[in-house]
Nanobody
Framework: QVTLVESGGGLVQPGGSLRLSCVGS????????LAWYRQVPGNERTLVAQ???????NYADFVKGRFTISRDNAENMVYLQMNSLKPEDTAVYYC?????????WGRGTQVTVSS
């Protein structure tokens, strides 16, 4: 069974940093485009950042210059470095792996930005 497991969430003060990690099992990350999404209650899941097979990255406007996505195919890992966090970044963050029409999701990790 394919699984994606996120970690690294938590409570952080405004202006702080967190690094999210996602590890995949029963799939080869090297074959997938990878992404991080986030969701707050009552809202749709929103793309935060994505990294393609070739390493090209794309970011939502609201995180550009603050967040960095990276991948380690050898370890089947994808990361999201989040700096200069704001209260509006509070959400559940989800890892996503996609290969054409097939995609997998993790269960999410909560990030709360509050003083």
């Amino acid at each position: 069974q394919v699984t994606l497991v996120e970690s690294g969430g938590g409570l952080v003060q405004p202006g702080g940093s967190l690094r999210l990690s996602c590890v995949g099992s029963k799939l080869l990350f090297s074959r997938y485009d990878l992404a991080w999404y986030r969701q707050v209650p009552g809202n749709e899941r929103t793309l935060v950042a994505q990294i393609t097979l070739g390493g090209n990255t794309n970011y939502a406007d609201f995180v550009k210059g603050r967040f960095t996505i990276s991948r380690d195919n050898a370890e089947n890992m994808v990361y999201l470095q989040m700096n200069s966090l704001k209260p509006e970044d509070t959400a559940v963050y989800y890892c996503n792996a996609r290969l054409r029409r097939v995609e997998y999701w993790g269960r999410g990790t909560q990030v709360t930005v509050s003083s």
